[in-house]
């Protein structure tokens, strides 16, 4: 998770947009991130990793609406052909060093009725997936924060405030996906600064349900990531928790298959309160305890990712 950069859409790139991945970050400790989930697609055996999530309910995971479809006016996939997966550290659906995966099948999707994908720039790249099969709280498993307090909301996305981001994406321009939880560390920018310093062809994607966050020196979130949240912590009781402020949705592209040398927006959640709370109305009530030191970013030299990207627990596959 060297870079994380956003690349859209599976692994397509659409017009001037990218979907997102992790470049030049730091491997994730089981039970770290335990509000992370992976999202799956079942139409090849072993299941496919397509895109991250967040866990907000036992049976309810965020993501990024352009995992699930890039044009809603197509044929929307059935909600059986994806299985969601949280709890793992490893990329691989069936994973044997995974120690607290737990997994379900995708029993409904629920999508704003405004999504239009690239034709709308992806303005309301949010969706719902609803679960099988609930998932059981513990220490690999548990649901992000959600707080639509809008003063709340204003002082976690401050300027230079960073949030942590997790995913199985690009680790480099060009390189294979991580085969091991990645994570990094992204600061706020400015919405003004945001617009005036990206590309003429990239300002139109940063709609108005977006916040923008990362660096301009090759940390960045990349294809794989998308979907994934960005999470801020606030000692809250005591304890640091976790709180989901925005989810991986695009970034400028390069001739690379990732661009690490830019920031990226994430779909702002609290313009989505109506739309989350239709679904899922007491989600403000999920918030689980967390450790006193949780989710702490201080990895020693030795759990840093491999320069030559051979993971030190599994080899990378070839996409």
């Known amino acids: 998770m060297r870079r994380l950069q956003l690349l859209l859409v599976l692994y397509l790139c659409v017009g001037t947009f990218g979907k997102a991945r992790i470049s030049n970050g ?32 036992k049976n309810v995971v965020v993501t990024a609406a352009h995992c699930i479809t890039q044009d809603p006016n197509d044929n929307m996939p059935a909600a059986s052909q994806f299985a969601v997966a949280a709890g793992k550290i490893y990329r691989p659906w069936n994973d044997i060093h995974d120690v607290g995966a737990q997994k379900s099948n995708v029993s409904e999707i629920k999508i704003p009725p405004r999504y239009q994908g690239a034709l709308a720039n992806f303005q309301d790249d949010i969706a719902l997936l609803i679960l099988v099969n609930e998932f059981r709280y513990n220490e690999y498993v548990q649901a992000a924060c959600i707080n639509f307090s809008a003063d709340f909301d204003e002082e976690q996305l401050e300027e230079g405030k960073s949030g942590k981001v997790v995913g199985w994406g690009l680790t480099d321009e060009n390189s294979p996906r991580s085969q091991v939880l990645q994570a990094a560390t992204l600061p ?55 709180f989901l402020r925005g989810i991986a949705s695009t970034s400028p592209v390069t001739e690379n298959m990732c661009n690490i040398y830019t920031w990226a927006t994430f779909t702002h959640l609290l313009r989505h309160e109506h739309f989350v709370k239709a679904y899922v109305p007491d989600v403000e009530e999920f918030c689980a305890p967390r450790f006193n030191d949780a989710f702490q970013f201080r990895l020693t030299g030795s759990d840093r990712r491999p320069k030559n990207n051979i993971c030190p627990c599994t080899c990378p596959e070839t996409e």
């Open 188 to 242: 706020c920018v400015n919405i003004n600064k945001c617009i005036a310093q990206s590309p003429l062809s990239f300002k139109s994607s940063i709609t108005g349900d977006k916040i923008c966050a990362g660096y301009t020196n090759g940390t960045a979130v990349c294809r794989g990531d998308s979907g994934g949240g960005l999470v801020f912590s606030s000692k809250v009781d005591g304890f640091v928790r976790f």
């Open 26 to 57: 730091l491997i994730v400790p089981s039970g770290m991130a335990p509000w992370h989930a992976g999202l799956y697609t079942k139409t090849s055996t072993p299941y496919k990793q397509i895109c991250g999530g967040t866990v907000i309910a």
